[in-house]
Every structure is written in C-alpha cells, then in structure tokens.
C-alpha cells in the first residue's frame, strides 16, 4: 500500500468505509443486518422463555446468529463464484 492509499483511508469516515464495503460485497452487509436482526429477536424472546435455562437458551441463540452469518456469507462467495465462472464477468488478464 502506497502512502497515497494509506492518506485516503485515514481521511473517510466510518460511513464512507461502510459505504464502500457495501459496495465491494453486499452479501457482507446483509450477513451484519441478519445478525443485527437476530440479536434484537433473540434479546425479545429471551424475556419469554420459559422454564428454559439461560445458558441453554443462550447456546441456541450463538447457533442461531451463527448460521445467519455464515449463510449469508456462503450466498454471497456462490454469488460470486457463479458470476466469475459461469458468466465470467470477473477480472479479465
């Protein structure tokens, strides 16, 4: 990385890094909103658990934000798979 490169990233925001994250990979950004998501349901339901233990009921919900991401993720390299090999819309040498 020049020093030209490492000058811009000090310059943007957290936004603007977001933003350009989002960009560069969409899936990355919906496997945050998935677990963002799963954490607000899991902190509702854990009020209406039950007899259930918290320890218990915690280990489901790290399993449960767990797969979210990495289902996300994994749609997300099939994506990009699919467009780089079978559309071949990648990078061209």
């Known amino acids: ?49 039950g007899k259930m233990p918290v320890s218990q009921y915690l280990l489901q919900f790290r399993v449960l934000a767990q797969s979210s991401v990495i289902g996300c993720i994994t749609i997300g390299m099939a994506y990009h798979m699919f467009n780089e090999h079978v559309l071949h819309k990648g990078k061209k040498e």
């Open 1 to 49: 990385m020049d020093s030209k490169e490492e000058i811009m990233t000090y310059d943007e925001s957290l936004s603007d890094r977001m933003v350009s994250h989002a960009k560069k990979n969409p899936f990355l950004m919906a496997g945050f909103a998935t677990l963002i998501t799963a954490c607000a349901i899991g902190a509702y339901k854990f009020k209406h658990r």
